[in-house]
């Protein structure tokens, strides 16, 4: 029996063995509450149970910003390290938006949140994860970095997007996959998923080399 409690298991279709056959013996672990990476870990074919802890989400001043996703992935992955099994791997991930050197949070009101989309606006940034993957016997750990191209956004169209879907939930107060996403982003360059919180190709890879 594994000693982790009050775990959510979700239904969805799973890879062959054969084609991540290091994994057949692990109790795989999202270590996020995210929905987001609940869906894109799901929709990758991953066999998983979902578990979340909480954790402060701060880090030192003097790291780049780039750094960032990475350090609290590690820092998230710590939180499970004094239960995580033998036979159990964790994945936690974290992931920041970054314009002009700025780091920008989840907005914590209206306001707030309008003012992070008028500085996006007419203007690229970057969306940057950071992934770990944990056992007892390894870690390993990746960032990925994708840049978000916005066209100019109209003071009604983040007004609509603000009051309809209320993205006080996601870092840079908007969704990829939402409204804004639709009509707002011109192009981006790198991975897609990896916008949405979770760089599929790259972790898929990833996951291979866990022995």
């Known amino acids: 029996m594994h000693a982790i409690r009050n775990l959510v298991f979700f239904d969805h279709f799973c890879l062959p063995v054969k084609l991540l056959p290091n994994?057949?013996?692990?109790q795989i672990i999202l270590g996020s509450q995210s929905p987001r990476r609940r869906q894109l870990l799901s929709d990758l074919g991953i066999d998983f149970?979902?578990?979340s802890k909480a954790v402060e989400e701060s880090y030192p001043t003097d790291i780049a910003k780039a750094e960032v996703p990475?350090?609290?992935?590690?820092?998230?992955?710590?939180?499970?390290?004094?239960?995580?099994?033998?036979?159990?791997?964790l994945i936690t991930s974290d992931t920041v938006v970054i314009l002009e050197d700025r780091i920008l949070e989840k907005a914590s009101s209206y306001?707030?949140?309008?003012?992070?989309?008028?500085?996006?606006?007419?203007?690229?940034?970057q969306v940057v994860s950071g992934t770990s993957l944990t056992t007892k016997a390894q870690q390993i750990s990746f960032a990925e970095t994708t840049k978000v191209f916005f066209k100019p956004l109209s003071e009604a169209e983040i007004a609509y997007y603000l009051e309809v879907?209320?993205?006080?939930d996601k870092a840079g107060a908007y969704g990829i996959q939402e409204w804004i996403g639709f009509i707002g982003v011109e192009k981006i360059e790198g991975c897609y998923y990896n916008v949405m919180g979770l760089p599929l190709s790259s972790l898929y890879e990833k996951l291979k080399a866990i022995v």
Do not use: V
Request: proline share 2%.
């Open 23 to 26: 994994l057949a013996n692990y």
């Open 49 to 51: 149970i979902q578990r």
């Open 70 to 89: 990475l350090y609290l992935s590690q820092k998230k992955a710590a939180a499970f390290k004094d239960e995580l099994l033998a036979d159990q791997l």
């Open 111 to 125: 306001a707030e949140a309008e003012e992070m989309l008028k500085s996006l606006s007419g203007k690229m940034h």
């Open 165 to 168: 879907f209320q993205p006080y």
